[in-house]
Structure formats: structure tokens, C-alpha cells
């Protein structure tokens, strides 16, 4: 937890500021907030019946979201565009955003 609080769990919401266009920037916001929290409780709500599905359950919860991590990390590694020192209209023609 406390790797992903200072990761992907705070670069998140810089992100999702930068990669939607000024013409809907908050709705592309409020859609990247809803997903954020409706995964939260699914996950909040899957990780006890993990843990009690069998006496390893611990062992295999922290091995299935860890994979879901390096999952999304590959994701953004290779499809999402790096915007460090960009500015937004740089971002929007790489991504082909008029």
C-alpha cells in the first residue's frame, strides 16, 4: 500500500488532469474519479472472501492484485504517453487530439 500511495495511487489524478482535452477535461476527471472509487470497493469487497476462500488465501490475494499491479504497470508503460515537461496542446497532438 504505501508503494502504491506515493506511485500510481498519486500520479493518477496529475494524469487524468493532463491527458483529456480543455472540452471535457471534467467529465474525462469525473469518469477517471468514478472508476477510481467503484475499483476501490470491488476490491475492498473481493479481498475478505479471498483471504477466507482457503487457509492461503493471504498468499494469494497479495499475488493476484499484484499481478493486476504489474498488469496496469506494462499498460501504462506502453500505451500511455509520457507528459513530464509537455504542455497540454503538445500532448493533445501526440495523442492526435484536435
Same mark, same amino acid.
Given at each position: $500500500?504505501?508503494?502504491?500511495?506515493? *506511485?500510481?495511487?498519486?500520479? =493518477?489524478? /496529475?494524469? =487524468? #488532469?493532463?491527458?483529456?482535452?480543455?472540452?471535457?477535461? #471534467?467529465? &474525462? &476527471?469525473? !469518469?477517471?474519479?468514478? +472508476?477510481? @472509487?467503484?475499483?476501490?470497493? =470491488? %476490491? #475492498? @469487497? +473481493?479481498?475478505?472472501? =479471498?483471504?477466507?476462500?482457503? *487457509?492461503? &488465501?493471504?498468499?494469494? *490475494?497479495?499475488?493476484?492484485?499484484? &499481478?493486476? $499491479? !504489474? !498488469?496496469?504497470?506494462?499498460? %501504462? @508503460?506502453? /500505451?500511455?504517453?509520457? +507528459?513530464?515537461?509537455? *504542455?497540454?496542446?503538445?500532448?493533445?497532438?501526440? !495523442?492526435?487530439?484536435?
Amino acid at each position: $500500500m504505501a508503494f502504491f500511495a506515493f *506511485s500510481q495511487g498519486a500520479v =493518477i489524478w /496529475v494524469f =487524468i #488532469s493532463e491527458i483529456f482535452p480543455n472540452s471535457v477535461r #471534467s467529465q &474525462g &476527471g469525473s !469518469l477517471g474519479s468514478f +472508476t477510481h @472509487w467503484i475499483m476501490a470497493a =470491488i %476490491i #475492498s @469487497w +473481493t479481498f475478505p472472501v =479471498i483471504v477466507e476462500s482457503s *487457509s492461503n &488465501g493471504g498468499f494469494y *490475494s497479495f499475488i493476484f492484485y499484484s &499481478g493486476m $499491479m !504489474l !498488469l496496469s504497470f506494462i499498460f %501504462i @508503460w506502453r /500505451v500511455m504517453p509520457e +507528459t513530464k515537461g509537455k *504542455s497540454l496542446e503538445q500532448i493533445q497532438k501526440e !495523442l492526435g487530439i484536435k
